[in-house]
């Protein structure tokens, strides 16, 4: 993937987010392994749960540079950097 693809609107940093699946892979095989159904659910939870996650802060509030309040946010972004030099 690119870099600074994504404006993260918690901490406003540009990058490119991190791909977050939450669970556990072990947890999932021992599911498959032991009880078929609860497996299919877990595997199915895990896929829906994933999110794009901020690299800096973890936050999964990351929004595309390239959509309008991405622009905005990083407008506001570089103003602050610029206030503070
Ligand atoms: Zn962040």
Redesign the pocket.
């Known amino acids: 993937m690119q870099d600074g693809t994504h404006i993260?609107t918690?901490?406003g940093?540009v990058a490119a987010p991190e791909r977050v699946t939450k669970g556990s892979f072990i947890v999932e095989l021992f599911l498959w392994l032991m009880f078929l159904a609860p497996g299919l659910i877990y595997s199915i939870w895990r896929l829906a749960s994933r999110f794009d996650a901020?690299p800096?802060?973890k936050?999964p509030q990351m929004i595309p540079v390239a959509s309008p309040r991405g622009q905005m946010l990083l407008a506001q972004v570089q103003g602050q950097m610029n206030a503070a030099r």
């Open positions: 993260c918690a901490c940093c901020c800096m802060c936050s």
